[in-house]
Nanobody, 116 residues
Framework: QVQLVESGGGLVQAGGSLRLSCTAS????????WGWYRQVPGKEVELVAR???????DVADSVKGRATISRDTAKNTVSLQMNSLKPEDTAVYYC??????????WGQGTQVTVSS
């Protein structure tokens, strides 16, 4: 089993920055993909950014140039740094990890609200 603990959400003004972190515990050795997704009420979950165990990153066009995803393997943590935040970045952000074999695990979600 894999447990995920997220931190770093909150209220920020447009143009500001924030950093989300997610620490994993449990079957860490089985994980090959780490990422952040977000969801606005009434809309589907969308990818924000993800990083593979090999270091390959995938960043959504909507945040490209404003978001950086990174992993700290020693701390089993994946972080998302977001700059130049916009009101449309307001959402619940979820940490997601994927095991070899395709099993996914999700964090509890952290609210990010960007005020205009």
């Amino acid at each position: 089993q894999v447990q995920l603990v997220e931190s770093g959400g909150g209220l920020v003004q447009a143009g500001g920055s924030l950093r989300l972190s997610c620490t994993a515990s449990g079957r860490i050795f089985s994980l090959y993909n780490w990422g952040w997704y977000r969801q606005v009420p009434g809309k589907e979950v969308e990818l924000v950014a993800r990083v593979s165990i090999g270091g390959t990153t995938d960043v959504a066009d909507s945040v490209k140039g404003r978001a950086t995803i990174s992993r700290d393997t020693a701390k089993n943590t994946v972080s998302l740094q977001m700059n130049s935040l916009k009101p449309e970045d307001t959402a619940v952000y979820y940490c997601n990890v994927v095991e070899y074999g395709g099993v996914q695990h999700w964090g509890q979600g952290t609210q990010v609200t960007v005020s205009s």
